[in-house]
């Protein structure tokens, strides 16, 4: 411990900081120390009574790695409790000599015994000795200006120095964090509002990743890359020398021996290979097909079926795959279900990449593909009736059933008639899971909330330090896939999905239906009538998450706000969940149905609640699963590379074959599906495991005082217990899912 001053007389007292640096980068060689410069430190500044003066830390900080440096003053008793904190860096290195921002994680101040904890997890860049900026510079605010402890509502502040500090600390924050209207980007098209930064360079320090992350994004990236590259200039000399042919799989089997030889080569990890390998050899089966509706990473889209008008009408099942009961029987049963594709209504067939990377120049067929399923007697969900519609060729829906069930040759025209139909229907299902289900649900929609939180929550605000670990991710891990995702005509997807060289327009037809109440878990299981189906273990764990979180949530929201009148005297959140309407959702109808105010603490958990589990629960069931069930192609064909079948089609092995994929897309899908589905290495979960690795929630949040964190360790309590359940739950499965798990689901978005 630096010892910075020497006692004075009978009226000074011991103040000890605790400074703590350095992003956490487990994967960094070196522990480079940041000595640019002093820290400059100044308790309660603006006070006329009890700021100190400028306290000088000339120490070696922490710059990559997380450290800590302990230093004492003797200052004056008058200063008392410290209440507010200023924090400046100063350096007169020249920046050419590479002088750069320093990430403060948090400062601790004992005094009197007692800690008073200062949370900031925000770099700070230093500034020259007799230059003194005021306005933010190189991505950084001019200095910290950090409330104290459990932070505070606004018009609990009686002190006026605090209250002008906390309007710099937003108006500093703000000025760096604007919104770039959807129109500039998608045009007329619906789109959320997004952050105004189209390069990831270009984002304000905080938002940008810490190193680890990436630099594992570049490190798998730039892998894929060189493959593709390879490829695509095996095929050109090919062409040259006369030798070119399509890499085409001949058999289900091929496609195995290639996820197993690529796995190898690329390094992608044994345990994803080996639950692809699960699906593989039972993707054919109904049961497969159905438990995939529940428990795969599109499981969301499962909703009872009320009518058999529309798209249905008219329509009859084969007796046998009712076991022996009419449509309208099941359906007045309750046991009848479907899963749609609408929103590839309109859009183009895709392809027009193909011939640059697989060497011919094809089609990829965008239908449009709508799944009955039936609650069979025995509990298993099992598809009944699929339509298919090629609606960009003018062609009629075609109609398929399972096959009579003395049917068991596998080679069997029936069977493989239905076989290729179920494969049809899981390429639509995929493009939409992709573009959908993944990317507009849970990467656009919050990080339009996170803009908002940004712009409108000071960094002492409650609800600011609540969802600050759980939003740090969404604005870089977007910014950073803007330009290959939502670039209209020429975007990674369009690499590997049928739909990929329409992405705007599939976010659009996504976004004409969607709604708050879609986020709200529990209502969205009621509306969609699926509360009673078994084995539906994706609604099993979220209904699960939602509680608990709901739970600590409402916890938290209790310490800060004391009644519903406080709840409306919060001039700061009103103005976040009014921008987050009036901005973030202003073309959609009734801003989406998002509350432009909120009046009651009740609400307010609800809307958190929604927040934080779409960004981490929600995002981890349809992201952390991709590996398994994408990389086995068949299974979920990303494009289809011949016209979907008429009725009277004879479909034989070779008829399928020849549809899906070529090996060059296969394996843009596979490293794709890797990228997504790999954990950060600063990966936070709600509960850690030292055996995994894997670090947990406390540590990595902005709630800070004893009661606070006192919430965070009811809510890992109550999430041992959930995984307690979800691992005795597995016992003796063969396709176990424990992609929720608490040890399995991050707080945030980082992929």
């Given amino acids: 411990m630096a010892q910075k001053s020497e006692p004075g007389n009978n009226y000074e007292t011991c103040y000890t900081f605790i400074i703590k640096t350095g992003s956490d980068v487990p ?56 209440k507010l904190l200023k924090v400046d860096l100063e350096s007169d290195k020249l920046e050419l000599f590479g002088k750069d921002a320093l990430y403060v994680r948090e400062i601790t101040i004992l005094y009197d015994r007692v800690p008073y ?51 710099e600390d937003l108006k500093n924050t703000k000025s760096m964090v604007n919104w770039k209207k959807s129109k500039d980007v998608v045009g007329d098209l619906l789109y959320p509002g997004l952050v105004d930064v189209m390069k990831y360079d270009k984002l304000p320090r905080f938002l940008q990743f810490k190193e680890a ?48 030889h690529k796995s190898n080569e690329m390094g992608w990890p044994k345990e994803n290979i080996s639950e692809a390998m699960k699906v593989a050899k039972n993707f054919h089966k109904d049961e497969e097909f159905g438990r995939q509706m529940l428990c795969g990473p599109n499981a969301q889209q499962v909703q009872k079926v009320m009518s058999l008008d529309g798209r249905w009408v008219g ?45 011919t120049e094809q089609t990829w067929y965008t239908i449009l593909a709508d799944c009955l399923l039936y609650l069979r007697n025995d509990g298993k969900l099992v598809p009944v009736l699929i339509r298919l519609e090629n609606r960009n060729d003018g062609k009629p829906a075609t109609w398929w059933s399972p096959p009579e069930p003395e049917i068991t040759d596998l080679d069997h025209p029936g069977y493989l008639a239905w076989l290729y139909a179920k494969m049809w229907f899981r390429s639509a299902d995929m493009n939409c899971y992709v573009m959908c289900t993944h990317f507009s649900k849970c990467h656009a929609v919050s990080e339009t909330i996170a803009v908002a939180a940004y712009r409108n929550l000071p960094n002492a605000h409650p609800v600011f330090r609540i969802l600050q670990p759980h939003i740090q991710g969404i604005i870089p891990v977007n ?131 929604v927040v934080v589990v779409n960004i981490s629960v929600f995002h981890t069931a349809v992201n952390f699963q991709t590996f398994s069930y994408v990389t086995f192609q068949p299974n979920m064909p990303s494009s289809m590379t011949q016209p979907p079948p008429g009725q009277d089609d004879q479909i034989t092995m070779e008829t399928i074959l020849d549809s899906l994929p070529l090996l060059e897309t296969t394996f843009y899908a596979m490293n794709a599906s890797n990228l997504l589905g790999t954990f950060s290495p600063i990966e936070r979960f709600y509960l850690g495991d030292h055996g995994q690795n894997k670090l947990g929630m406390l540590g990595e949040n902005m709630v800070v005082s004893p009661e606070q964190e006192a919430c965070i360790r009811r809510m890992g309590e109550r999430m041992r217990g959930l995984k307690d359940k979800i691992d005795n739950r597995n016992k003796g499965r063969y396709m176990k899912y424990d992609v929720l798990s608490p040890i399995n689901t991050p707080i945030t978005t980082q992929a």
């Fill in 315 to 359: 329509r009859d099942v084969p007796e046998h795959a009712l076991e022996g009961k009419s449509l309208q029987e099941v359906m007045e049963q309750g046991k009848l279900f479907q899963v749609t594709t609408d929103e590839l209504d309109g859009i183009p067939h895709g392809g027009s990449f193909s011939k640059k990377l697989t060497g």
């Fill in 117 to 167: 904890r200062f949370p900031i997890k925000n770099f700070i860049y230093p500034h020259h000795p007799i230059h003194n900026p005021t306005e933010p510079r190189k991505g950084c605010v001019p200095h910290f200006l950090i409330r104290e402890g459990a932070g505070t509502l606004k018009h609990h502040e009686t002190e006026d120095f605090i209250i002008r500090a906390r309007e």
């Fill in 27 to 82: 994967i960094k060689e070196s522990t480079r120390k940041w000595d640019d410069g002093p820290m400059i430190l100044t308790i309660n500044p603006g006070s006329e009574t009890t700021s100190s003066q400028e306290l000088r830390v000339d120490e070696h900080f922490n710059f990559k790695t997380e450290g800590a440096v302990t230093v004492d003053f003797w200052l004056p008793r008058h200063i008392g409790v410290p």
């Fill in 479 to 609: 910014v950073n896939a803007r330009a290959v995702v939502i670039s209209p005509k020429k975007n990674v997807f369009s690499l590997f999905l049928s739909s990929g060289s329409s992405t705007t327009e599939v976010f659009h037809n996504y976004f004409k239906k969607f709604s708050y109440n879609d986020l709200v878990v529990p209502e969205d299981v009621k509306k969609r009538g699926v509360e009673d189906i078994p084995e539906y273990l994706y609604r099993d764990d979220m209904m699960s998450h939602w509680e608990i979180i709901h739970q600590y949530l409402e916890e938290l929201v209790h310490l800060s706000y004391h009644s519903d009148d406080d709840v409306l005297k919060d001039q700061e959140l009103q103005d976040f969940l009014q921008e987050v309407v009036d901005i973030g959702f202003h073309r959609f109808e009734n801003g989406a149905g998002f509350p432009r105010n909120i009046s009651k603490r009740e609400k307010l958990v609800e809307y958190l609640t």
């Fill in 213 to 260: 992350n990436y630099d594992m994004i570049l490190d798998f990236t730039d892998k894929g890359r060189d493959e593709i590259k390879s490829n695509v200039f095996n095929n050109l000399r090919a062409k040259v020398l006369g030798t070119y042919k399509e890499n085409r799989f001949a058999s289900f089997e091929e496609f195995e021996l290639y996820l197993k």
